[in-house]
């Protein structure tokens, strides 16, 4: 029994012991565990900074390397001074004297019989203007409008054909023909026949005939074209002109006058023959039968 009681002491005491050692084992793990937060935190703050630290030089660096080629490209902008242009700057800075550029702007001198002559020599005068042009005067009309405007108004009074020897005779003053012809077409549009003209004797009249439309003449050309024909004048010719007497249905004839003095190049004369052939072409028609007769007015 007392053995017994013996052995449960011990046991008792080895018990407590051991409790007591679990008890300080218990109380350590709390201290260690803080030490290591403390030492992975000291590691990670240490990391933090060396990296901050890295960065920051890391931008310093390349903060630098961009002055670097900034500054290389002003140099290379900038002009190069030569060598005497630095030695001319650096002179008048050494004395302190402003540099300044010697011009002589005076004439060069000239030999003293040079000046004299110079001054003895009048100015030559300069030519006088010429006086303008006088103005030339507008040349009157070759063509008497009041001997015109009497024909046309004749010619629409026209009853029969008593006064078509009288109303020629002033258009070949008026026109300044030596020579007129009224030519009527036929029927059938083939030829030209004279009815009346001015200046001709019978004898050269009865010679005339009828014109075929399409011959190679002035007169002709005039009744096929519808427009004024001339006929320069040569050495021992007249000149000509031909007027068409104009109409609705087709050019009715033409009138044919020999010019004098190179009236068919006046335009004038040109003009007063269209007016006097349309004038006309109011009055005249194909003649009735091949017997019809050309009054002279001689």
Not at 72 to 83: D, H, Q, V
């Amino acid at each position: 029994m007392l053995s017994g009681l013996v052995d449960l002491g011990n046991r008792k005491r080895i018990e407590d012991h051991d409790g007591a050692e679990v008890v300080g084992q218990g109380e350590e793990r709390p201290g260690r565990a803080r030490s290591a937060r403390r030492a992975r935190t000291g590691a990670a703050v240490r990391a933090a900074e060396a990296a901050r630290a890295e960065l920051v030089r890391s931008q310093i660096i390349a903060a630098a390397g961009t002055a670097g080629f900034l500054l290389l490209i002003i140099l290379l902008l900038l002009p190069r001074r030569t060598a005497a242009a630095e030695e001319i700057t650096a002179q008048p800075a050494a004395t302190g004297i402003r540099p300044t550029l010697d011009l002589d702007i005076r004439p060069p001198e000239q030999p003293q019989e040079a000046r004299t002559r110079e001054v003895s020599a009048p100015p030559t005068p300069a030519p006088p203007l010429a006086p303008p042009a006088p103005a030339q005067p507008v040349a009157a009309s070759a063509v008497p409008l009041e001997d015109l405007a009497r024909i046309c108004i004749e010619l629409a009074k026209l009853e029969d054909g008593a006064t078509v020897p009288a109303i020629l005779d002033r258009t070949a003053s008026a026109l300044g023909a030596s020579g007129l012809v009224v030519w009527v077409v036929d029927a059938e549009r083939r030829e030209l026949k004279p009815i009346a003209a001015h200046g001709y004797a019978p004898s050269v009249l009865s010679r005339m005939g009828s014109l075929p439309v399409d011959s190679e003449n002035v007169t002709a050309a005039a009744f096929r074209t519808g427009l004024v024909q001339t006929v320069a004048a040569r050495e021992h010719q007249k000149g000509a002109l031909a007027a068409p007497l104009p109409a609705p249905g087709g050019c009715l004839g033409v009138v044919s006058a020999e010019m004098r003095n190179g009236g068919e190049k006046d335009a004038a004369r040109l003009a007063a023959a269209s007016i006097v052939a349309a004038q006309l072409a109011t009055v005249v028609g194909p003649p009735a039968d091949e017997a019809s007769h050309v009054r002279s007015a001689t």
